[in-house]
């Protein structure tokens, strides 16, 4: 069995190559049965334990997570997990793998896919609302499915912003901290949230029209990056249908208010893959992209990390 920590992980999941496997893997589709969510402890906001199983022809996968939000206040990551990998046909285990970057790396990726079928074309400028451990993630993998030019960071704590910039800085990229969230949503032409808000930090009168907005960070009911108003505005589109209207305290409240009808969800991403639904129909359309995470993404971004190492050991060759 093998074990690939979060240094190797990170060294054997190419970005554009993952991108690839997961439109793959959205399209060819998967047993992935509702995710187990546990509360499990208190603090300024409550611990949580998140089971998620998948499984295809091939392989079997389930990744544990915690979710600890108040580690954030100690520079420590919200968002640690496990991913264990199992041979479909014998059932024997074939990894272990370090689940945090799995997530950060897929959860970005999911998101950049759905950003090359929605976002304008000639997208140049995106606007990072968020300065946690994903934003790095989400600024890269979007830069490659996108001409990103200028890229602007928003946080609450404005030196956070300015440590991410400097991170991401020199890549081709012109970057800067935005201190003023309603300018720059209307600067921006892709709009990247990945918060742990509980109340809107992006206004549905702040966009302009051929906007592309994708929201990545909320994950349950209480949580909300965008108000009613951004909702009703775009046409929305989602990572899986079952697991946004249950889970994405955008569209949960939006629904409860009678501002949103889960019939104007306009499909998920495998649709998209498939080529089922119809994606960006306008340079004046606003689209919203809104992901809940689903274990599809994991077992497909595991699987290609297995290969992955698996052909290095073949090209190292015997030791």
Known sequence: MRAIDAPTLASLLDRRALIEALDRAFAAGAEVPPRVHHDTGAGVRPAALLIMPAWSASSIGVKLVTVHPDNAARGEPAVQAVYALFDAASGAPRALIDGTELTRRRTAAVAALAVRYLAPPGAERLLMVGTGSLATHVIESHALVRPIREVRI??????????????????????????????????????????????????????????????????????????????????????????????????????????????????????????????????????????????????????????????????????
């Open 154 to 319: 928003w946080g609450r704590r404005r030196e956070r912003a300015a440590a991410i910039a400097d991170r991401v800085a020199g890549r081709g990229l012109h970057v800067a901290v935005a201190d003023d969230l309603a300018a720059a949503v209307a600067w921006a032409d892709i709009v990247s949230c990945a918060t742990l808000a509980t109340e809107p930090v992006v206004r549905g009168a702040w966009l302009r029209p051929g906007q592309h907005v994708d929201l990545i960070g909320a994950y349950t009911p209480r949580m909300r990056e965008i108000d009613d108003e951004g909702l009703r505005r775009a046409r929305i589109y989602v990572d899986t249908r079952a697991g946004a209207l249950a889970e994405s305290g955008e569209l949960v409240h939006a629904i409860a208010a009678g501002a949103l009808a889960p019939g104007d969800l306009c499909g998920e991403l495998a649709d998209l893959a498939r080529g089922q639904v119809a994606a960006r129909r306008g340079a004046q359309e606003i689209t919203l992209f809104k992901s809940v995470g689903t274990a599809l993404a994991d077992l497909a971004a595991a699987e290609l990390a297995v290969a992955a190492s698996a052909a290095n050991d073949h090209a190292e060759g015997p030791q």
